[in-house]
């Protein structure tokens, strides 16, 4: 299917894109648009493991001063910088050297996905936890972080009624803050976000009502509003409601399932390993999605229930009804050992079948030879 995208943020179209234009000058015609996009991803993931590093369980920066060293503030700003810029200009490159595929975009959003947790649970060191004094709670990151990726649900499940991809105000407005940030932590410390700025709130305050303002009043609206217009104009993909609403059952049986956990567990897994449980969430969050993006181009239907459900629910039975006791911590980090590895295999698989049946390299321009 063709690829097309509709971007109407005033800061993207005005500032972002000139800027963009400026830097796809410098990259060499010979470098694919895929190595673009990986090299960015991979900028975040080193970012956010290096944060891990010096704040595992998100405590850090609720010290004066903080435990972070400046440098690392320094750095998380420039790969968010390079990461974003990777990724705005990768689809741009790809049509300057005539190398748009179906798997650069997969490759695109797939990536996406994955990245848009990686985002904020590195975002969520420079606030900290809550300790009593300042901070934020480990409750209020995982709605935090479940509001986001409901919002990027959202532009997929569009474009899988729509097939167009409207892209999300938030997103380019996100990375700018998230750079502004990291830049405003290096300059003046975490200081910055324990005290209150504007009326006793807190800079984080304002973050959270920005967000979920954005998402409930803006993101979703217009999402619900673009698929009632293609409705109006019969460009509806699927006739049926079920059709439509498909896609959003495993995402939202996904999220049920991982709040019982949080609500109900007896050892409160998410106070005791924060980190290993957001990034757990973000990576099953990202593989269910990528099923649906793979519906939505091969224009085929997205099961009723992802495979993954059967194992979680499992996972979360054994832990609320108390039979795992103790080794609910250490459950934890197996079965999230187990999602990385799986979500990695399913990526590694998904692109070598389409590179294969495309005859293409993923991170070469030169063409297979054809057996």
Same mark, same amino acid.
Request: charge should be neutral; include cysteine.
């Given at each position: 299917?063709?690829?097309?995208?509709?971007?109407?943020?005033?800061?993207?179209?005005?500032?972002?894109?000139?800027?963009?234009?400026?830097?796809?000058?410098?990259?060499?015609?010979?470098?694919?648009?895929?190595?673009?996009?990986?090299?960015?991803?991979?900028?975040?993931?080193?970012?956010?493991?290096?944060?891990?590093?010096?704040?595992?369980?998100?405590?850090?920066?609720?010290?004066?001063?903080?435990?972070?060293?400046?440098?690392?503030?320094?750095?998380?700003?420039?790969?968010?910088?390079?990461?974003?810029?990777?990724?705005?200009?990768?689809?741009?490159?790809?049509?300057?050297?005539?190398?748009?595929?179906?798997?650069?975009?997969?490759?695109?959003?797939?990536?996406?996905?994955?990245?848009?947790?990686?985002?904020?649970?590195?975002?969520?060191?420079?606030?900290?936890?809550?300790?009593?004094?300042?901070?934020?709670?480990?409750?209020?990151?995982?709605?935090?972080?479940?509001?986001?990726?409901?919002?990027?649900?959202?532009?997929?499940?569009?474009?899988?009624?729509?097939?167009?991809?409207?892209?999300?105000?938030?997103?380019?407005?996100?990375?700018?803050?998230?750079?502004?940030?990291?830049?405003?932590?290096?300059?003046?410390?975490?200081?910055?976000?324990?005290?209150?700025?504007?009326?006793?709130?807190?800079?984080?305050?304002?973050?959270?009502?920005?967000?979920?303002?954005?998402? $409930? @009043?803006?993101? &979703?609206?217009?999402? %619900?509003?673009?698929?009632?217009? =293609?409705?109006?104009?019969?460009? #509806?993909?699927?006739?049926?409601?079920?059709?439509?609403?498909?896609?959003?059952?495993?995402?939202?049986?996904?999220?049920?399932?991982?709040?019982?956990?949080?609500?109900?567990?007896?050892?409160?897994?998410?106070?005791?390993?924060?980190?290993?449980?957001?990034?757990?969430?973000?990576?099953?969050?990202?593989?269910?999605?990528?099923?649906?993006?793979?519906?939505?181009?091969?224009?085929?239907?997205?099961? $009723? @229930?992802?495979? &993954?459900?059967?194992? %979680?629910?499992?996972?979360?039975? =054994?832990?609320?009804?108390?039979? #795992?006791?103790?080794?609910?911590?250490?459950?934890?980090?197996?079965?999230?050992?187990?999602?990385?590895?799986?979500?990695?295999?399913?990526?590694?698989?998904?692109?070598?079948?389409?590179?294969?049946?495309?005859?293409?390299?993923?991170?070469?321009?030169?063409?297979?030879?054809?057996?």
């Amino acid at each position: 299917s063709q690829y097309s995208a509709v971007d109407t943020n005033p800061l993207s179209v005005y500032v972002m894109q000139p800027i963009w234009n400026k830097i796809i000058k410098i990259v060499p015609l010979w470098v694919a648009p895929n190595l673009l996009t990986f090299s960015g991803f991979v900028m975040i993931l080193v970012n956010y493991f290096l944060i891990s590093f010096y704040d595992w369980d998100y405590t850090a920066s609720g010290t004066s001063p903080g435990l972070v060293p400046t440098w690392v503030w320094l750095f998380s700003a420039f790969t968010t910088f390079c990461a974003y810029a990777l990724d705005s200009i990768d689809g741009k490159h790809a049509r300057r050297t005539q190398s748009s595929t179906p798997l650069g975009e997969l490759f695109d959003h797939g990536l996406d996905s994955w990245a848009t947790s990686i985002f904020v649970l590195s975002f969520f060191s420079v606030c900290s936890r809550d300790n009593g004094k300042t901070g934020v709670s480990v409750y209020t990151m995982y709605i935090y972080l479940s509001i986001v990726l409901f919002n990027f649900m959202c532009s997929h499940w569009e474009k899988y009624n729509t097939g167009v991809l409207f892209l999300p105000w938030g997103y380019d407005i996100s990375q700018v803050v998230l750079i502004a940030a990291y830049l405003l932590t290096s300059a003046v410390g975490v200081e910055v976000w324990q005290k209150p700025f504007l009326f006793g709130y807190y800079i984080t305050d304002a973050l959270v009502i920005l967000l979920i303002g954005f998402s $409930l @009043f803006l993101s &979703f609206p217009q999402t %619900l509003y673009n698929i009632h217009r =293609a409705h109006l104009k019969k460009t #509806l993909k699927n006739d049926s409601l079920y059709e439509g609403l498909l896609p959003l059952v495993s995402p939202l049986l996904l999220f049920v399932l991982l709040t019982v956990w949080v609500v109900l567990s007896p050892g409160n897994i998410l106070a005791k390993q924060p980190r290993l449980f957001l990034w757990m969430v973000g990576v099953a969050f990202s593989n269910v999605i990528c099923k649906v993006i793979i519906c939505q181009m091969s224009s085929t239907r997205p099961e $009723l @229930f992802h495979w &993954f459900l059967f194992p %979680l629910a499992l996972v979360v039975y =054994a832990a609320i009804s108390g039979v #795992l006791g103790w080794m609910e911590e250490a459950v934890l980090a197996v079965f999230t050992a187990l999602v990385t590895a799986a979500h990695v295999h399913y990526g590694v698989c998904v692109g070598r079948q389409l590179s294969e049946h495309l005859n293409i390299y993923i991170f070469s321009l030169k063409k297979r030879v054809q057996e």
